[in-house]
């Protein structure tokens, strides 16, 4: 098993209503040796942003109270957060064009490989 510095492990933040999704996703990465957090709304991703300071955010875009875009947009306008990278991770196919065209996007049902090369290629 290969060890991992600590002091270097990315942190990433899952935005995502379903608990499934949040449990598949987490065992993936934490099996990489990131760091993980969750929140079930674009709420409470914002306040997650600021207590955990991830280094990449993944984020749904259908979520109750607050959605994906929602979230998104306010994150622009906060100096702290406008940087960090996000990744759409959305149930509806071919509807980034909605979004942002520079995030990438990563299908449901999720694709393990597609959705690691894509993590690692924003993180490098």
Not at 22 to 40: H, P, Q, S, W
Not at 54 to 69: A, C, F, K, R, S
Not at 73 to 88: A, C, G, S
Request: hydrophobic fraction near 40%; avoid cysteine.
């Amino acid at each position: 098993m290969e060890m991992v510095n600590h002091m270097d492990q990315k942190k990433i933040l899952i935005v995502e209503d379903e608990p499934d999704v949040i449990e598949f996703i987490r065992d993936i990465l934490t099996d990489k040796g990131y760091t993980v957090e969750a929140a079930t709304d674009g709420n409470e991703g914002l306040e997650k942003i600021s207590a955990f300071n991830p280094d990449l955010i993944l984020l749904d875009i259908q979520m109750p109270n607050e959605t994906g875009i929602g979230m998104y947009r306010r994150m622009l306008r906060e100096d702290e957060k406008k940087d960090i990278p996000v990744m759409v991770v959305s149930g509806m196919p071919g509807m980034n064009w909605t979004f942002n065209a520079k995030i990438p996007v990563v299908d449901k049902p999720i694709d393990e490989k597609k959705l690691v090369s894509q993590i690692e290629r924003l993180l490098n």
